[in-house]
């Protein structure tokens, strides 16, 4: 099966994990401030602090901007379910904001809306999860002008979005937002296995999230506790987690992230290539906005022509061994999203675009016959999947 996504290892990947393993430290050693450094000086951020998954880098950023019960957090309902549970971890309230039919992306128009109606009934967010979804930028710009506006935390989960340059600026820096979030599972651009990052320039709060991430414990002194420590002594102040990233996976992160460059000409080139041989199909393909330089995680087509049935031709790829997917079944349509409240019919724009999705299979070695493959597959399965 060829499969949607893949990570890409070499053998100086294989030999900074094997150097490790050969170390003092697995975990807890000077390893992850080295990736964290790499981290924060790659995409020009005042810091970074590395955790175990994407997953937890969104939880321990919800916890290091205080969100709690009674909070509100807004997110887009295209993407992937951690994006809206880690403000539910933290006992905040979910709600969504509708997505723009072209990008795919959390619309500004319709967050402008939303804002608008929520300040009439007092229900204004306190944080909003925007998602780059594919790898392309959001509007951030304007979004960073309603969060100013509205007075709301900007939290971006770039997982899809790592190497992507927005207005000439690196996601990551921050510039339009309070803190940046990345996935390094296999899947995404740059991996370490499991893990994930949180770039801020916020630096208070980057080491109030660094202490969330391992039990809320620091060995510092604090100004609420007496002045003097004993040698043993480490302090536990906040109910934390055991998030930590090991040495391991921080040494492969940071072999990863100096190919970062070339996986994402890769990527370009292969998306480039779909573009041209499906562009005669009747199917909607990626839209690129000229203010973001994209380093593409997902290729999605969109079956516009009605008498196709997305069924079909996913049980056609699939069945050539063609490891086609759906991103993403709206969060708000889980079982467990519909027992909170959210039903169909919520987030129109959303569940359209969702009806239709098909994602191609893009990685950076994805070879030149499996794509024509792939693309030969796509054609012909167009033919034969009539609804
Ligand atoms: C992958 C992903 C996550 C979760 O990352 P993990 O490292 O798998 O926990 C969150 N949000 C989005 C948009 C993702 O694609």
């Not at 175990?52 to 992937?80: E, M, Q, R, Y």
């Amino acid at each position: 099966m060829i499969p949607y996504g893949h990570q890409d290892i070499i053998d100086e990947d294989i030999l900074s994990v094997t150097n490790i393993l050969q170390s003092e430290w697995l975990t807890q050693g000077p390893t992850v401030d080295k990736f964290e450094s790499c981290l924060a000086q790659r995409f020009n951020a005042k810091g970074a602090v590395a955790v175990s998954s994407g997953t937890a880098a969104l939880h321990v950023t919800c916890l290091g901007f205080g969100l709690t019960k009674g909070d509100i957090v807004w997110t887009s309902p295209n993407s992937f379910v951690a994006s809206a549970n880690c403000a539910l971890y933290c006992q905040a309230t979910v709600d969504f904001v509708d997505i723009d039919p072209i990008t795919y992306n959390l619309c500004p128009i319709k967050l402008e809306q939303k804002l608008k109606h929520a300040k009439r009934f007092n229900r204004l967010p306190k944080m909003l999860i925007v998602v780059h979804f594919g790898g392309q930028s959001c509007d951030m710009q304007a979004i960073s002008k309603l969060a100013k506006a509205y007075n709301f935390i900007v939290i971006e989960d770039a997982s899809h979005a790592i190497g992507t340059v927005y207005q000439g600026k690196p996601v990551g820096g921050c510039y339009f937002s309070d803190a940046t979030i990345f996935s390094f599972h296999p899947v995404k651009t740059i991996t370490t296995g499991e893990g994930g990052a949180i770039l801020s320039n916020h630096s208070a709060i980057l080491k109030k999230i660094k202490q969330f991430a391992s039990h809320g414990i620091t060995r510092e002194i604090h100004e609420e506790t007496s002045n003097t420590k004993l040698p043993w002594e480490y302090f536990q102040f906040d109910l934390g987690y055991n998030y930590r990233m090991t040495d391991i996976q921080a040494a492969l992160g940071i072999s990863q992230l100096k190919r970062l460059e070339r996986f994402k000409a890769l990527r370009a080139e292969k998306f480039d290539k779909y573009n041209e041989k499906l562009s005669n199909l009747d199917i909607q393909l990626p839209y690129s906005k000229g203010d973001s330089d994209t380093c593409w995680h997902l290729y999605v087509i969109n079956l516009l022509d009605p008498s196709v049935s997305r069924l079909n031709l996913f049980n056609f790829l699939r069945m050539k061994g063609i490891g086609v997917n759906v991103h993403y079944i709206p969060i708000h349509t889980q079982p467990f999203y519909q027992n909170l409240g959210f039903k169909w019919g919520d987030f129109p724009e959303c569940e359209k675009y969702y009806s239709h999705a098909l994602t191609l299979p893009l990685y950076p070695n994805l070879s030149y016959e499996d794509q024509n493959f792939i693309i030969r597959c796509v054609k012909e399965g167009m033919k034969c999947s009539l609804a």
